[in-house]
């Protein structure tokens, strides 16, 4: 059983910085991409970010240049870099794997942009 873990959500002002950070079990993460999906208030769940098992990424077009996906597959870790932060970009960001056919989610972390 895989398990996906968040953490660095937190209450930032806008054009400020945070760093997301998934911690996933189990030893197939490496041969799968990983995501960053987010879901604002009264919105649909939506794709942010995207790292391929070879690292190969693709966003959002409201995030690109400001967000960057990375893994570790040394630390089974994918994080998301956020910068120049806007108030739409206040959500709770859960990290998501589809690994052996089956789909993960983590239990989600609120990110607050505000002043």
């Known amino acids: 059983q895989v398990q996906l873990v968040e953490s660095g959500g937190g209450l930032v002002q806008p054009g400020g910085s945070l760093r997301l950070s998934c911690a996933a079990s189990?030893?197939?993460?490496?041969?799968?991409?990983m995501a960053w999906y987010r879901q604002a208030p009264g919105k649909q769940r939506e794709l942010v970010a995207r790292?391929?098992?070879?690292?190969?990424?693709n966003y959002a077009d409201s995030v690109k240049g400001r967000f960057t996906i990375s893994r570790d597959n040394a630390k089974n870790t994918v994080d998301l870099q956020m910068s120049s932060l806007k108030p739409e970009d206040t959500a709770v960001y859960y990290c998501?794997?589809?690994?052996?056919?089956?789909?993960?989610w983590g239990q989600g972390t609120q990110v607050t942009v505000s002043s």
């Open positions: 790292i391929s098992s070879l690292r190969l990424t």
């Open positions: 998501f794997g589809r690994m052996s056919g089956s789909d993960y």
């Open positions: 189990g030893s197939i993460f490496s041969r799968y991409a």
